[in-house]
């Protein structure tokens, strides 16, 4: 089993890389694989089971667009192909359309998904999530400058309870298109989310997976969706 | 800017606040500012100001390098106004600039040294412009408020007024880069032998050539990107230092400084290099206005960190030393992990890092936790770590993330009642490691740790009687 992390350098603005950790330490006898932003991606000539794709700086946003432009391709057949993607944060926008200034100037993106950002710099976006994928709460934290537009009703990653989905107005929240999964939570979010990790392992093609440190980490899962129940 | 009718409006009633809030007894540190700028958004840039501003910002060490200031300034006998009570962002230094002004708006004093909270800046720099500012640092800060500290490093460099002479941490590659047009001048610390016993940090923030984009290459790291880094590719690289400690006898408590005019020898207040850094930035910004090697070192070494940021005591043979490690600022608690970790003999560490605003009406987003160097705790010296506080589970995963034998580890929610499983057998220093707004819990627990301490000996000396 491979995982490939992309640009783990610059892709890891809130605690991301503990998300690949856990996993590592879930899945001790898989083989986890660093792109740098020089290098071609793995996932072009290689078979892995996961690309993952951490948050980044607006500067950054912009050469990522630039080193998986000339794969854009190779990325569409994987989705089809059902590899398993996961981009959090602001990761997702980079297989946009564009992302939009609060100029109105564009960015081009890649292009994969028919969605767009818009930024807003001087005004972040905060907020707690609690939604459901596939019948498993999901919890997390968003912090954001962008929001993103365009239909996702029909590859939404999970239905808000509570918080925001894509944008304010929406409750469905990221992308999901076969097991491609984006979404805005951002930090430890394996961590935070047991019930998902296992059901990404398995998505992954581990039978029986086993979560690390299962008992803590899915103890401290239930008293934060009580807690972020009652606020 | 001319002062306007609504200027004066807004003076006089928040002159008249401030008296009412004085008569009631509460703290006019912000509320006069709040209502002078909600009367007149610009008044900052109407009132008149001191001849000389020195302003500090920077994500860690601001406060104390302000505190340092305006110590050795009165030590010295010289006037000033400053924001030491109120707070760091518009409302606050508006209060300052209010209580340094007359009725008519002028200056009665020809000093300040004002704190300038980073995130602040287009909201202050636009209507007040530094003769001299210091950026003491720039790290991943508050993910909700800042960001990141390319976005913070972007607006310092937008709104910094191009007359603001910088007075920069030269070791830190994101503070040297800002506002290139400005006049500045760098401060850093030379390579030091301690500099051999470091350990890889979780992040690091500036790694690409900021003009070619190559990978840097750094000469040295001290803590995450604070060292000396040089483009392989072309003529990029940190700057020269024009305040450079060149020496720090941590067992004489000295440090040398070599300047342009020569070498001075300082003696040191404190041994963690965060406060050295602190200590450095003070006396590069004492120089600029004039002070002599006698003035600044004869005001600093009568100085202490101030006891709700570090404290060292000793009972029955037991240190306890109690350390401010903001939560949610990971590089902050990072390095007092890192202070902990260097800390000579078996300690014990008790860490309530919670913010307790967000605690008691939130839930705390906890990515931070995986920003800090936990790691630095998962070392043979350190033998009992006791966690408490809301996010107790969380900070137990972390721990054990950090490779933490969970068997050193005790975790409850009640942060008083996880005290009760301290094992003093065989601790030098017991640690209390807690956050800014974490004070009371800090001395209770700093009390109980005190108790638990003299009860032990006591029982020893009993059993001894027996």
């Known amino acids: 089993m491979k995982v490939e992390i992309l640009y783990p350098e610059f892709c890891n603005l809130f605690g991301d890389m503990f998300n690949m950790k856990y996993l590592k330490k879930c899945l001790p006898e898989a083989e986890f694989v660093e792109t740098l932003l020089d290098e071609t991606p793995k996932f072009v000539s290689e078979e892995v089971n996961l690309v993952y794709l951490g948050p980044m700086t607006e500067k950054t946003q912009e050469k990522v667009i630039a080193r998986l432009l000339p794969h854009k391709a190779k990325i569409e057949e994987l989705i089809e192909k059902n590899v398993v993607f996961l981009f959090t944060g602001n990761a997702i926008e980079v297989l946009g359309k564009y992302i939009e200034n609060e100029d109105g100037s564009k960015i081009e993106a890649v292009g994969i998904f028919d969605v767009y950002a818009k930024r807003d710099m001087m005004h972040r976006h905060n907020s707690y999530f609690i939604g459901t994928y596939d019948g498993i709460e999901i919890v997390g934290f968003k912090s954001q400058f962008t929001m993103l537009y365009g239909d996702n009703s029909n590859c939404y990653f999970a239905e808000v309870e509570k918080g925001i989905g894509i944008n304010t107005e929406s409750k469905l929240e990221g992308i999901k298109k076969n097991n491609f999964i984006g979404t805005y939570l951002l930090g430890p979010f394996l961590i935070l989310n047991p019930l998902f990790t296992k059901k990404l392992m398995i998505m992954m093609g581990k039978e029986n997976p086993e979560l690390a440190l299962r008992d803590d980490v899915v103890t401290a899962y239930n008293v934060r969706l009580k807690e972020l129940k009652k606020i | ?466």
């Open chain 2, 1 to 466: 800017m001319k002062k306007s009718f609504r200027f004066y409006i807004a003076l006089w009633g928040a002159k008249a606040g401030t008296v009412l809030l004085k008569l009631l007894r509460r703290n006019a540190t912000f509320f006069p500012g709040r209502f002078a700028l909600k009367i007149c958004p610009d008044f900052m840039g109407r009132i008149d100001k001191p001849k000389t501003i020195l302003a500090v910002t920077g994500t860690n060490g601001k406060t104390t390098v302000c505190n340092m200031i305006e110590d050795t300034l009165k030590e010295n006998g010289i006037d000033f106004i400053d924001n030491k009570y109120g707070s760091n962002i518009d409302a606050g230094v508006a209060t300052t600039l209010i209580s340094g002004a007359s009725l008519l708006g002028k200056a009665k004093k020809d000093l300040a040294v004002i704190e300038v909270d980073e995130r602040s800046a287009p909201k202050i720099y636009p209507y007040l412009t530094p003769t001299y500012l210091a950026c003491t640092n720039l790290f991943r800060d508050s993910i909700m408020r800042n960001a990141h500290t390319e976005f913070i490093a972007e607006i310092l460099t937008k709104y910094i007024p191009k007359d603001t002479t910088l007075v920069l941490n030269g070791d830190d590659l994101i503070v040297s880069t800002l506002a290139p047009e400005n006049k500045r001048m760098y401060f850093g610390i030379e390579r030091q032998e301690f500099d051999e016993d470091q350990r890889e940090s979780l992040t690091r923030d500036f790694i690409v050539c900021p003009k070619c984009n190559t990978k840097l290459v750094y000469d040295f790291v001290r803590y995450n990107h604070i060292g000396r880094a040089h483009c392989p590719k072309c003529d990029f690289k940190s700057p020269e230092i024009d305040y450079a400690v060149t020496n720090i006898d941590l067992e004489k408590k000295k440090m040398t400084l070599k300047t342009h005019e020569g070498e001075e020898v300082y003696d040191l207040i404190s041994d963690n290099i965060i406060n050295i850094y602190n200590m450095l930035t003070v006396i590069t910004m004492l120089k600029q206005i004039g002070l002599t090697f006698e003035q600044i070192n004869g005001g600093l070494k009568k100085q202490e960190i101030v006891d709700t940021r570090f404290s060292e005591d000793e009972v029955e043979g037991v240190k306890i030393i109690t350390h401010l490690a903001k939560g949610m600022n990971p590089i902050a608690c990072s390095r007092a992990f890192d202070y902990v970790r260097k800390y000579k003999g078996n300690k014990a560490v008790i860490l309530f890092l919670d913010d307790l605003h967000v605690a008691a009406h939130d839930s705390e987003n906890i990515a931070w936790q995986y920003d800090a160097d936990y790691e630095f705790l998962n070392d043979d010296s350190i033998k009992q770590i006791i966690i408490g506080g809301v996010r107790y589970l969380d900070s137990y995963v972390r721990l054990q993330l950090a490779g933490i034998d969970p068997k050193k580890i005790v975790h409850q929610r009640d942060e008083l009642s996880a005290l009760d499983k301290l094992k003093l057998d065989g601790i030098d220093t017991v640690f209390i490691l807690h956050d800014l707004y974490s004070i009371e819990l800090k001395d209770a627990t700093k009390n109980k740790v005190e108790i638990m301490i003299r009860s032990r000996v006591a029982q020893k000396e009993g059993q001894v009687e027996k």
